[in-house]
């Protein structure tokens, strides 16, 4: 496997790079800007995008969407419940004050239990709503890419139109913590975890919260 994370756009988002090393394929989560340092380091490792995936549809992870499907001619995917806001990135991005263009349309929409496949490697894709409706996770081989449901020590926010605390808090007990306690947390800021550290840690979620 190859994982390569950049913090990308205004406001640090992670997009992951996950590419199988052996066929040289791979996908693209959350372009959420800067497309030029995301095409130069997948060209570094001389990977060929098959799919450029959003974990949500929240601008600061899809901003790039557009600009990296032009380079790759990869396609779009995203859970239906958030696949209108591709459409809606430039007047969510004037809200903070920031310039994006609205994403193309997404080519094909995923659900719970859907399987992506590239090379050598399926994700398994996990609805998690909470941070929007249609927030979704991504699991291969002992590693979940988890958008903004889930970070290290924190979770996601739920005060924006769509968010709730109820459901995120269900997504991340009920979906991610049955995972086992060594899986990789990939998430959409801020640094790596485990699954085990946010059970016994995070104090939104974990066993003391």
Do not use: W, Y
């Not at 992951?16 to 090393?21: A, N, R, T, Y």
């Not at 349309?105 to 249609?134: A, Y």
């Amino acid at each position: 496997m190859i994982i390569k994370e950049l913090v990308v756009g205004p406001l640090m988002s992670n997009c992951f790079i996950f590419g199988c090393d052996k066929t040289k394929e791979a996908v693209v989560i959350d372009p959420g800007g800067d497309t030029d340092k995301i095409l130069l380091s997948l060209a570094d490792s001389n990977l060929q995008v098959k799919h450029i995936i959003n974990t949500h549809g929240h601008f600061d992870h899809v901003s790039g969407n557009g600009k990296m499907k032009a380079a790759t001619a990869a396609d779009i995917l995203i859970h239906p419940l958030d696949a209108d806001m591709l459409g809606m990135l430039s007047s969510n991005a004037a809200i903070f004050g920031i310039s994006v263009e609205n994403s193309p349309p997404c080519d094909r929409t995923i659900e719970e239990s859907d399987k992506i496949s590239f090379g050598e490697i399926t994700l398994e894709v996990i609805h998690t709503p909470g941070h929007t409706p249609g927030g979704i996770s991504l699991f291969a081989n002992g590693i979940v890419f988890v958008g903004d449901t889930l970070f290290a020590g924190s979770i996601g926010r739920t005060d924006f139109p769509g968010g709730d605390f109820d459901t995120l808090v269900s997504s991340i007990q009920n979906k991610l913590f049955k995972m086992d306690d060594d899986v990789r947390v990939l998430s959409g800021h801020g640094p790596e975890t485990t699954i085990e550290k946010e059970k016994r840690f995070n104090p939104f979620v974990g066993q003391f919260s």
